[in-house]
């Protein structure tokens, strides 16, 4: 079942700079695991050592992290959006004068 991937700015190095690619899977982690098989490299992206999403990358099914629902293990549907996010460092955290 096609699920759509929408593959952030940073990471599009891996992905031979698309912005979304489509692949099949019946989980959160299936659908990455495909991305991964099309584009080597891309896991070490989304994955910790441990092989587990770590708190600075965010993946939302259709809008909603899938810490919310069930993890890597969340089932997915064909037409279903998926979208990794990096977290972003913010600026210096001081005032401007």
Known sequence: MPVSVYIPS???RITA???R???DGAT???VLDA???L???FANLVYDGDRKVPTHINIYLNN???HELAGVDTPVSE???LAVIPALAGGSGGQRS
Request: glycine letters at 12%.
């Open 64 to 66: 909603q992290e899938i």
């Open 35 to 37: 991305v991964e098989a």
């Open 10 to 12: 940073p990471f599009r």
């Open 79 to 81: 037409g279903d959006q």
């Open 28 to 30: 959160v982690g299936e």
């Open 21 to 23: 690619v489509h692949v």
């Open 17 to 19: 700079m698309r912005e």
């Open 39 to 41: 584009y080597p490299g």
